[in-house]
């Protein structure tokens, strides 16, 4: 029995993300096998395929952090109740047994991994995964919206919880129609600060607004930190979600308050800023680091989409043919909100 699939042998352009017809994997003791209904890209499915300077991704590999479907096979230890259920997969890879795994800090594990980066991924008709990815399914929740969420809500909610974002506060989403954005601007509001969002066309700033943010920033103006100086009557923002890297720093921290803090979780425009001390330390302010977060804080979030208090913010659905298409809309940065691999034709 074979599946469709993506994989990547060689980092590269498009023409080395392959569509591949490929023996169906069979979990192994402790795993299960997903056939998956949808899927999500992320940045890092960029990454996998074009590579990263300094880091080696295991290829062959099918990318695919995100994916969402119906276990239908288990492995050895695994209880059978699993069998046929519909579930959502935790992206994050942890040994499970270590002592910042029973804290629950599984994500600073040092075996530590994402589906699709440090093993095969969702890019698939099904995939292979530990037992202990499986998340139920929100009733009421598309297959799609659930496939579109996991990734960008885990990190979005570990970064405002790290920051210590209060009621009250401001908070500046960099990039605001992007994935993990969209979910920065939910969040925010949900814990009570004031959101602004910077965004690069129209539509996408209409985005952010329609989510909650109560101001949005053109970030094709060089200077819109003196718009957001404006708007905070010259004090900038509390906290400053950074996701873009090297093209948005300097602004950020021109836009960071006094005793402020900026956390970041990415570097899509590349990764090499500068600061100058000085003004870290005579403001009081703080520069966070986050990647992911803990897995059982996805039970919480899941939870709210289930009660419709956050929601998946949908760009475009492709097939799992057009993943050229989808790859290139992303690296365009054409999307706002998640592109959506739609796996089964169905759902």
């Not at 948005?248 to 990764?271: E, K, P």
Request: some cysteine; proline content about 3%.
């Amino acid at each position: 029995m074979t599946m469709l699939c993506a994989r990547v042998r060689e980092h590269g352009g498009l023409d080395h993300l392959l569509l591949e017809q490929s023996e169906i994997p069979e979990p192994g003791p402790g795993e299960v096998r997903v056939r998956l209904k949808a899927a999500a890209l992320n940045h890092l499915d960029l990454w996998v395929r074009k590579g990263v300077s300094g880091h080696q991704f295991p290829l062959p590999l099918i990318p695919g952090c995100d994916g969402a479907g119906i276990v239908e096979a288990i492995g050895e230890g695994v209880s059978d109740t699993h069998l046929d259920t519909e579930v959502v997969l935790a992206p994050g890879l942890s040994c499970g047994v270590c002592a910042r795994c029973a804290a629950g800090d599984d994500m600073l594990c040092s075996e530590y991994g994402i589906l699709g980066e440090t093993r095969d991924g969702t890019c698939a008709e099904a995939v292979v995964v530990p037992e202990a990815q499986l998340l139920a399914r929100p009733a009421g929740i598309s297959w799609q919206e659930c496939a579109a969420f996991p990734l960008s809500a885990l990190t979005a909610w570990s970064m405002l919880q790290k920051a210590n974002l209060n009621r009250g506060e401001t908070l500046l989403v960099i990039a605001g129609a992007s994935g993990v954005g969209t979910m920065a601007i939910q969040m925010g509001v949900l814990l009570g600060a004031r959101v602004f969002a910077t965004g690069s066309t129209e539509a996408k700033r209409k985005l952010a607004e329609d989510l909650g943010a109560s101001e949005t920033l053109d970030s094709t103006d060089d200077e819109w930190w003196r718009s957001l100086k404006k708007l905070t009557s010259g004090s900038g923002a509390d906290v400053i979600f950074e996701n873009v890297g090297e093209a948005t720093w300097q602004s950020s921290l021109r836009s960071l308050a006094s005793g402020g803090r900026i956390v970041t979780c990415g570097a899509t425009s590349g990764s090499n800023v500068s600061i100058e001390l000085k003004r870290l330390f005579f403001k009081n302010q703080q520069i966070i680091g986050s990647t992911m977060g803990r897995r059982q804080d996805l039970h919480r979030l899941l939870k709210l989409q289930q009660q419709n208090q956050l929601r998946s913010v949908i760009d475009s659905v492709h097939a799992l043919e057009d993943l050229h298409a989808a790859h290139q809309r992303m690296e365009q940065r054409e999307s706002a909100g998640k592109i959506v691999i739609r796996i089964d034709p169905d759902c």
